[in-house]
């Protein structure tokens, strides 16, 4: 079946810029957690979708960054004003139930923020 | 919420058995174990969850002892392509929180 799709695979950006970006989850699961990944770090949690319950943005690192969610579908990940300190991989993941469940996650957005 | 802890790095060679610890001292009585292994400009994808005792599948093995303060991932007579970092994750299934991964374990395999 299909898995967690991210788009777009690759995003180059102007500092000062705004960018979205898009994960489909797979169908039916109920959580979606947004991640960062700079080069050769861990993963860095942002945000955490969960049913109908409000996000857990205990992650963003700053109000530049927001996210939402329509339902139990698509998620979008905005960062406005991008800055240099921003370029990383984003990383979007999927579960059947919460995060303790068994994670599936997408191939990534890599952002480049010039 | 569980923090765990791993080595930073391990290496091995061609078909030995890798084992890799995570500690969990603070780790909740619902919480599972869930191990992901990540390659390079990819996403993390699962190999393995447990709650206690031993779960054993097609790629791994995963030993939990009784006080569930600990994990081992057991990857046996692993190959070059098994280079990749190892995350061991913590957390309820059914609790909306967050979860930290870590830096993970850097898993270097010689030929």
């Known amino acids: 079946g299909a898995g967690v799709s991210q788009s777009p695979s690759n995003k180059v950006t102007e500092k000062g810029k705004d960018v979205e970006l898009r994960c489909d989850p797979i169908?039916?699961?109920?959580?979606l957690y947004w991640y960062r990944q700079r080069l050769g770090q861990g993963l860095e949690f942002l945000i955490y979708?969960?049913?109908?319950?409000?996000?857990?943005k205990s992650g963003l690192p700053s109000d530049r960054f927001s996210a939402e969610r329509t339902g139990e579908s698509v998620s979008t990940l905005t960062i406005q004003r991008t800055q240099q300190e921003d370029s990383a991989v984003y990383l979007c993941?999927?579960?059947?139930?919460?995060?303790?469940?068994?994670?599936?996650f997408g191939a990534g957005t890599r952002l480049s923020v010039l | 919420l569980a923090k765990t802890t791993q080595p930073i790095s391990m290496d091995s060679y061609e078909g030995q058995e890798v084992n890799i610890t995570c500690s969990h001292n603070?780790?909740?009585?619902?919480?599972?174990i869930t191990w992901y292994q990540q390659f390079p400009s990819q996403g993390p994808r699962f190999i393995i969850q447990?709650?206690?005792t031993k779960v054993t599948n097609e790629v791994a093995s995963l030993f939990i002892p009784a006080d569930r303060k600990s994990s081992t991932l057991s990857l046996p007579r692993v190959s070059l392509s098994d280079t990749a970092v190892y995350y061991c994750?913590?957390?309820?299934?059914?609790?909306?929180?967050?979860?930290?991964f870590g830096g993970g374990t850097r898993l270097m395999v010689k030929p």
């Open positions: 993941a999927s579960s059947f139930l919460a995060g303790g469940d068994i994670q599936y």
């Open positions: 169908s039916g699961h109920t959580a």
């Open positions: 979708f969960q049913g109908n319950s409000a996000p857990d």
């Open positions: 603070n780790i909740a009585t619902n919480d599972y």
């Open positions: 447990g709650y206690k």
């Open positions: 994750l913590v957390g309820d299934k059914n609790a909306g929180n967050m979860l930290t």
